[in-house]
């Protein structure tokens, strides 16, 4: 029964720090079951205030070990790959190749009312007009503005009929 309670003690706590890998709360959830049933065990195996200490000694561990695992995770390699490292404030959301949209023209493949689809360069992308206004398919349009992944475009003089 000893062993029995050890094994629950100890996958109670290795599946709460398994949590942090799978975050669906099914680990976690596990875990902590595992827990509460390796405390009535507990309270099945030792005199009462053996239990008790046990218990307290659980919930020791388990604080002691999210206390650990939260500041000394993020310092191992597979912490710094897992943690974000870049200040947001220069962090990009898109890439290079929505920014070169800039200036180029186009013409809507559906009607925009504001958002819709465009052909940009052989592209089919999803715009926004700029201002709001309802923007006919099959009009020519250029994109005046990239802002993370919203490309804003404007209807250029000449529209298709």
């Known amino acids: 029964m000893t062993q029995l309670y050890l094994v629950l003690l100890i996958a109670g706590v290795l599946l709460i720090g398994a949590e942090v890998f799978v975050p669906d709360g099914i680990l976690g959830t596990i875990g902590a079951l595992f827990l509460l049933i390796a405390s009535a065990v507990g309270f099945a195996i030792f005199p009462f205030g053996l239990a008790a200490l046990a218990l307290i000694g659980t919930i020791f561990l388990v604080c002691v070990s999210v206390i650990l695992w939260v500041r000394l995770f993020p310092k191992t390699p597979v912490g710094k790959r897992m943690m974000m490292s870049e200040n ?20 809507t493949t559906s009607e925009l009312r504001p958002s819709g689809y465009a052909e940009i360069d052989g592209r089919r992308i999803d715009v926004i007009s700029a201002s709001g206004e309802v923007i006919e398919m099959g009009t020519e349009i250029a994109v005046v503005k990239v802002e993370g992944y919203r490309i804003l475009v404007e209807p250029t003089t000449n529209t298709a009929t």
């Open 88 to 107: 947001l404030k220069t962090a990009r959301a898109t890439d290079e190749g929505v920014n070169s949209l800039l200036g180029k023209t186009g013409q």
